[in-house]
């Protein structure tokens, strides 16, 4: 809104007053992005929660089949902390993203109609007092729907790079210059494939305090950076990185997301105040998805995200062994809980993993000079 704001009406004062060409920066109105959003999910946050203690009554319910002690110590903590983060998030981009900008818009819309979904299933959660929420294929679907819709806006709509015109239907490999697969409107489907792993990823990671809302930060600060570096030419032509015109502006969401986690790790650190649900789980994955697809770069997600993914293949080679010999593999899934069963307190699970995702994603951001 600022930016739009400055174009409008403030663009020819700052001859006269400066600080107003400040709003030209994408570095400054990111900064300002992540700001804002901390200061909403905190100002918002105790009234939030004592409201949601009133509404929820017993809180999220805790699986009886899991750590016992979780049982006893996270009873009666409310979920649907996501609505803060979201709250965050929405203000922190749509006050100073660019409002004319398509890949604004189509992260916005994965992350509204994801965050959406997640709502209704904590819902769902709460009412009935069960961990079973919302179908999960019923689900799948609508997330696969939700993310192409936002994939094929980005498609008709963002300006084409003009020396790769059918880059924004493919799919670019990093370590190797110039490697490029044009998938046509196939991407549709690859593409969706991304936002939706990235979002249940994340949805099978929430499951201690902080455990899943540091290394999102730390994937929005890799994407962020990468976003602002494909958006640049000057830039993404020194790292021989495929230049997307307007991409850009998705360093301001991530900005917001960075803002909006470090709000709700104020009141998630352990012990919890509140969760944040399949609300802030979906929303937030499904908006790394996103802008792992705008910008581009799809493929080093697996390796920034890894921590995601591990979390998710845990869950899959574990319910796909028991299937077929009736044993399990991990002491409990996901691999978080693994670790809880073989001794480590949760702090000490909390911290390692964000250690790792750290690492994670440093490596990832490495690929973009290896070519």
């Known amino acids: 809104m600022f930016f739009w704001l400055y174009e409008h009406f403030a663009a020819g004062m700052h001859g006269h007053i400066p600080v107003f060409n400040l709003v030209r920066y994408i570095t400054f109105r990111t900064i ?3 700001f804002t959003a901390q200061v909403i999910v905190v100002a918002m946050g105790s009234r939030f929660i004592r409201w949601m203690q009133a509404k929820q009554g017993k809180g999220q319910p805790i699986r009886a089949e899991g750590i016992q002690r979780h049982v006893v110590e996270k009873a009666g903590t409310p979920t649907m902390g996501g609505v803060m983060i979201l709250a965050g998030l929405f203000g922190g981009t749509l006050l100073w993203g660019d409002l004319s900008n398509v ?10 109609g994801y965050g959406l979904m997640g709502f209704l299933d904590d819902y769902a959660k709460v009412t009935k007092q069960s961990t079973e929420g919302i179908s999960g294929r019923m689900r799948l679907l609508l997330e696969a729907l939700i993310a192409m819709a936002a994939i094929a806006l980005i498609i008709l709509f963002a300006a084409k790079p003009p020396e790769d015109p059918g880059l924004l239907t493919s799919v670019a490999f990093p370590l190797v210059k110039n490697a490029v697969v044009n998938l046509s409107w196939f991407y549709l489907v690859f ?7 990235g979002a249940n990823a994340v949805n099978f990671t929430d499951g201690l305090d902080g455990l899943a809302t540091v290394p999102v930060m730390i994937a929005a600060s890799a994407y962020g950076l990468i976003a602002y570096l494909v958006g640049n030419f000057i830039f993404a032509n020194y790292l021989q990185l495929h230049f997307v015109p307007g991409v850009g502006e998705i360093a301001i969401y991530c900005a917001a997301m960075i803002g909006a986690g470090l709000g709700f790790l104020w009141y998630n650190a352990p012990p ?11 929303a937030l994955g499904g908006g790394i998805g996103a802008a792992a697809v705008a910008t581009r770069q799809e493929i080093i997600l697996v390796i920034i995200g890894g921590l995601f993914v591990a979390e998710t293949l845990s869950v899959i ?3 796909a062994w028991f299937k077929r010999t009736g044993k399990r593999i991990f002491l409990m899934a996901p691999i978080h809980h693994h670790f809880e069963k073989l001794g480590w307190s949760e702090s000490t699970v909390v911290i390692r993993f964000w250690i790792v995702s750290i690492m994670l994603a440093l490596l990832g951001l490495a690929t973009l000079k290896l070519r």
């Open 32 to 34: 300002m992005s992540l």
């Open 103 to 112: 890949y604004i818009w189509a992260v916005l819309i994965v992350t509204a």
């Open 191 to 197: 593409g969706a494939c991304v936002i939706v792993g």
């Open 272 to 282: 919890a105040k509140i969760f944040m649900g399949d609300t802030g789980s979906l």
């Open 317 to 319: 080679i574990q319910v």
